[in-house]
Structures are given as structure tokens and as C-alpha cells.
């Protein structure tokens, strides 16, 4: 069995410590295959925030898969945000926007999501679409096909609309038909395991809350997602909550997934 373990929107200068250091135990404890950062991984595209992130994320003591999201580019250095935008996200997390993980049970294809020229909006272009379903149809029958955004893919709530991913439905429609299982998210500090419907084969958006930050919203304690993946067994993801009278991550919520299969 491999074991995905998703952080999203850390915020790194709004982090609350205990949670960090909760994280740290979770992944110990866990011994996950691949952490999944996805994006919003500072609160301003500080190079200061961005090494603390980093030091966190390299104690969880797994590989790692990172996206930026919007709050890591530079949003008040307009020189930085439109002439290099992600040159201090690229000097920590390194230069490759589109990160790929394979191993015998799991394929991630990360896709790049934010644009200098949007302030919280994201997109997926043609181009970005094309490429992922060609590599995922070179997934074999044994992984798990998981694509990594920071936008949502879909959204459960009317509110939320406005921050849906830009060109989702082809993205949705060309992921399914290529084989894809499930597209993780963040951005709206939100979790949860939605079906998308009207695809050629099942595929699922899984959205992770925020994972440290002290920018929760109401109600919604800090979070991740816990991917459990076996082809013998199926499909797990589990939503782990902070618990401050634990001083802890807890198990939430478990939403058993059948990912099909040729």
C-alpha cells in the first residue's frame, strides 16, 4: 500500500507553530510515500517564508511534490511579479513548474495553475491539458492517477464559484477520458471528496483545508488529506484535522474511492 499525504496552503508566515510541529508527528507517524504541497505555500512570496516552508516540509521526511499557488507569487513587487514571478518560489522549491512522481502504485502530475497576470485566479491552458493526458495515458493499471492543482477543479458551494479553476470542464472532461482517478486541490481552505459527474470514467476532486495557517475559515479547523492506495484494496482518503485539545492531527473523516480500471 503507498500513503499520499497532501499539505495545502500553509501560509508560511501565518503558520501556528503547534501545528506545524502536529504535522511533523502526523508524517512520523504516517511514513508517507510523497508529500503533495499545493501551493499557496507562503502568505507573501517572502525568500524568509519560503525557507521556513521549506524546513518544515523537509522534516516530514518524504519526498516531495510542490506547487506555487497565488500567494506565492509577489503581489506588491510588480517588477518581480510580471518580470520573474517565480524566481524566489524556484530558488527553494527548484525551477520545474509541472513535477511528475512515479512509482509502481502512483502517478502525480503537477500543473502549474497561477498567472502573474491574475490576482487570485487560476487557469489551466490547452497546452497544460494536452500534455497531462498524454502522460496519463501512459499510467499502467497498478497506479493511482492523480493530477495536483491549486484552484479547484470543482466546487461544492455557490460562494465558491468565483475561484473554480479557469477551463475546468475540458480539464475535467480530457483527465476522466485519459484515465485520471483524482485532482487535488486547495486555495479555498475547504475539504472534501466531490464525484464529477458526467465523465467518460469516475474521477473525484479532492480538496485539502489549510494545513497550518492560522487563516482558517470559520468552523474549518486546520487539515489535511491522507490517500491511502492499494490495487488490491482500493482507494482511502481520509481527512486529518487538528485537534488543539490533542495537540494533534485526528482522523475526521475516511471516504472510501473505486478508481475503475481497464
Known amino acids: 500500500m503507498s500513503v499520499l499525504l497532501q499539505v495545502s496552503d500553509p501560509h508560511f508566515g501565518t503558520e501556528r507553530l503547534p501545528v506545524v510541529e502536529a504535522l511533523v508527528a502526523l508524517a512520523a507517524q504516517l511514513r508517507p510515500d510523497l508529500v503533495v504541497l499545493s501551493g499557496d505555500i507562503t502568505q507573501r512570496a517572502l525568500a524568509r517564508q519560503f525557507q521556513d516552508a521549506r524546513a518544515a516540509m523537509d522534516r516530514l521526511g518524504a519526498p516531495l511534490l510542490a506547487l506555487p499557488g497565488n500567494h506565492d507569487i509577489p503581489l506588491f513587487d510588480l517588477w518581480s511579479r510580471f518580470v520573474q514571478p517565480y524566481a524566489r518560489y524556484s530558488a527553494v522549491f527548484g525551477a520545474d513548474l509541472a513535477p511528475v512522481f512515479a512509482s509502481s502504485d502512483l502517478m502525480v502530475l503537477g500543473v502549474n495553475t497561477t498567472r502573474a497576470r491574475r490576482h487570485k485566479d487560476g487557469e489551466v491552458s490547452g497546452a497544460q491539458i494536452d ?129 475503475q480500471r481497464p
Not at 163 to 171: E, F, I, K
Not at 188 to 201: C, F, K, Q
Open 131 to 259: 500534455a497531462v493526458s498524454e502522460r496519463l495515458r501512459k499510467a499502467t493499471p497498478g497506479q493511482l492517477r492523480v493530477v495536483v492543482v491549486h484552484q479547484p477543479i470543482d466546487v461544492m458551494r455557490a460562494e465558491d464559484v468565483p475561484n473554480r479553476l479557469h477551463n475546468h470542464t475540458a480539464a475535467q472532461q480530457a483527465w476522466a477520458a485519459a484515465g485520471a482517478d483524482l485532482v487535488m486541490g486547495g486555495h479555498i481552505h475547504l475539504p472534501y471528496v466531490m464525484p464529477l459527474p458526467g465523465l467518460a470514467r469516475p474521477l473525484w476532486a479532492v480538496q485539502a483545508g489549510t494545513a497550518v495557517s492560522s487563516r482558517v475559515r470559520r468552523s474549518v479547523p486546520n487539515s489535511v488529506n491522507v490517500v491511502r492506495w492499494s490495487p488490491a484494496t482500493g482507494c482511502v482518503v481520509e481527512q486529518w484535522d487538528f485537534s488543539a485539545a490533542d495537540a494533534a492531527f485526528v482522523c475526521a473523516l475516511s471516504t472510501p474511492l473505486q478508481p
